[in-house]
């Protein structure tokens, strides 16, 4: 999104994509109280008996509390601390002689700019650190400082890594996060003395190219949000075609020339009237928003536009959490759906995109898709479509009442449990009241106009969420697409399909399309290696292209992410 357990600050367990993480053991010189460092270098333990600044640190560490902080309670974090603190006998780690040390100073910095990076700066007490160092001849002001410091770069490092919220608390099943760091090791091995504390932290965050482009998207829109002034359109009281005055033009122009939907170049006639290229901007806009891209100026285009510019900072920072709760690695390319944008991608060995296309999700408020990750093990040819008990309950039984030849009409057929065909035409009573009973199943015969299309795509999962083809094509072209009952419809199945089976070279997109017409029946062909699947949730999406895109909350998964980070540490494991 496999599965790697959800502890944080856990003990490093392999190489990544881009990244390769291996625990590195300190060597501990009993006899001298030395800790080995890169280059020779020691982290020098105290030999002389506690000092003031030692007992001090051992009181906060002993406590996992320390009020200096922005967020006091460190005590999810207290055993690494301790564990970094005694491997140098509790010496001081970033002041030499009263000063700060320079790896103190650069990771100080970085700590600042920590909200580039979709973080909060003040979760690591960005505001604080200068008063902090002016008091560092103080023994105990110097202890609370370094463990201050000690604490903020260890949350920072978790955080970057591998995000401050476990998916799990905000119901998001994501089971194959990134390998996490030994923090005290990371800290000793690489900063106490390291040579380049920027490289070693930059490295820390996802490798991924589509995160590193949400980030600079989201730099970019930090300061947009700081240009713009707020001001808000009038919304017309019906939709404003083009070639028709608009009191707003002025501020339209402005907004889209500073989003860059409207050409800096571009020469916008003088007067009120609503028309090119301020129109076309509009549809460049729109396309980026999840909206039909028509150039129609209704309650819904305007609604984004007077949507604030922080909102969309905010989108992008949600995005890069997401990110971070995904492996570095998989074992064969993926296939993505992000629900809120209705899309689907599938990659090559590379990361690169090598096929997209529209789908179909859950209904919101009632059928909503879940988010998870999966195993893709096989695929199954004019398949039948086995119908969930809760929509035999709730719509296929009431269906029968009404009409007791809806099976025979819409092509389905009464089984057992175990599958034997018990009727396919008018339904009993007594039929009626088994199925009622859940005793009998229902389910939609192969062909063209079963639900499930003439394919689907299995990955076998707790929701019995899969991947299919439609009868419904005409779904794809809509703006909005949740109109499921939890599974994804694809647009293009014969591509996906011929992709899934892309390791037998046999299964060719010609011969995928002859199974799917006028193959036999239920057909499954299993999947050489299993393909990761990842059902996902990003209200933004920077494309390939370069460009920026966003979506609706559909869900309202976005404004359950910002509650639980304003909860603020500790955060729940």
Not at 13 to 42: D, H, Q, Y
Not at 445 to 458: D, E, F, R, S
Not at 507 to 517: D, F, I, Y
Request: charged letters at 20%; one cysteine or more; hydrophobic letters at 40%.
């Amino acid at each position: 999104m496999m599965n790697l357990g959800f502890a944080r600050c856990a003990f490093v367990r392999g190489c990544t994509f881009g990244l390769c993480v291996v625990g590195i053991l300190a060597t501990s010189a009993c006899a001298t109280g030395k800790a080995l460092l890169p280059g020779g270098e020691t982290f020098q333990a105290a030999t002389s008996g506690p000092t003031v600044a030692d007992s001090s640190l051992r009181e906060i560490v002993a406590a996992g509390q320390l009020s200096d902080l922005r967020w006091p309670d460190f005590s999810d974090y207290r055993a690494y601390v301790q564990t970094f603190y005694e491997s140098s006998g509790y010496n001081l780690a970033w002041t030499r002689g009263g000063q700060t040390t320079p790896q103190a100073l650069a990771i100080i910095e970085i700590l600042k700019q920590a909200d580039g990076k979709g973080l909060n700066a003040e979760d690591y007490d960005a505001s604080r650190w200068a008063d902090r160092t002016k008091q560092l001849s103080q023994p105990a002001a110097a202890a609370r400082f370094d463990t201050a410091l000690t604490v903020c770069v260890m949350r920072y490092i978790s955080d970057l890594h591998i995000g401050r919220v476990n998916p799990t608390h905000v119901k998001f099943a994501l089971t194959g996060r990134s390998a996490k760091y030994d923090l005290p090791q990371f800290l000793t091995q690489r900063l106490v003395n390291g040579q380049n504390v920027e490289a070693e932290l930059a490295a820390v965050q996802p490798q991924f190219a589509g995160y590193k482009a949400t980030q600079a998207w989201l730099q970019r829109y930090i300061e947009l949000a700081r240009q713009d002034n707020g001001e808000q359109l009038p919304v017309p009281t019906k939709a404003l075609d083009p070639g028709k005055p608009y009191a707003g033009i002025p501020r339209l122009t402005s907004l889209l020339h500073l989003l860059g939907d409207l050409p800096a170049d571009a020469v916008v006639p003088a007067g009120d009237v609503y028309q090119a290229p301020l129109v076309d901007a509009v549809k460049r806009y729109q396309s980026r928003h999840g909206l039909t891209a028509d150039g129609r100026l209704g309650a819904q285009t305007v609604k984004e536009l007077n949507t604030p510019l922080s909102t969309r900072v905010e989108q992008l920072r949600l995005t890069l959490e997401r990110w971070r709760w995904l492996p570095q690695e998989f074992p064969q390319p993926p296939v993505v759906v992000n629900i809120p944008e209705f899309r689907l991608r599938a990659y090559d060995a590379n990361h690169k995109v090598v096929l997209s296309m529209n789908v179909v999700v859950g209904k919101a408020l009632r059928h909503e898709t879940p988010v998870f990750d999966d195993e893709m093990k096989y695929v199954v040819f004019r398949p039948y479509w086995n119908v969930p008990p809760s929509i035999q309950r709730s719509e296929i039984v009431p269906a029968i009442q009404r009409d007791r030849d809806y099976i025979s009409k819409k092509n389905y057929e009464v089984t057992t449990q175990a599958g034997q065909v018990v009727t396919s035409g008018t339904i009993s009573d007594e039929v009626l009241q088994q199925l009622r009973a859940g005793k009998l199943a229902v389910r939609q015969k192969p062909g063209p106009t079963n639900a499930l299309g003439l394919v689907k795509l299995i990955f076998p999962n707790q929701y019995n969420v899969y991947l299919h083809s439609t009868p419904s094509q005409q779904l794809f072209s809509q703006a909005r697409r949740d109109f499921s009952h939890g599974c994804i419809r694809v647009e293009k199945p014969a591509e996906l399909s011929a992709w899934a089976l892309q390791d037998k070279p046999e299964w060719t997109v010609e011969r995928v399309r002859a199974a799917m017409q006028k193959g036999p029946d239920n057909v499954q062909v299993n999947l050489s290696k299993p393909v990761p699947v990842l059902i996902l949730y990003g209200t933004a999406v920077a494309e390939e292209d370069g460009s920026v895109h966003f979506f609706d909350d559909l869900y309202g998964y976005d404004a359950d992410l910002e509650k639980a980070l304003a909860r603020g540490y500790p955060y729940p494991l």
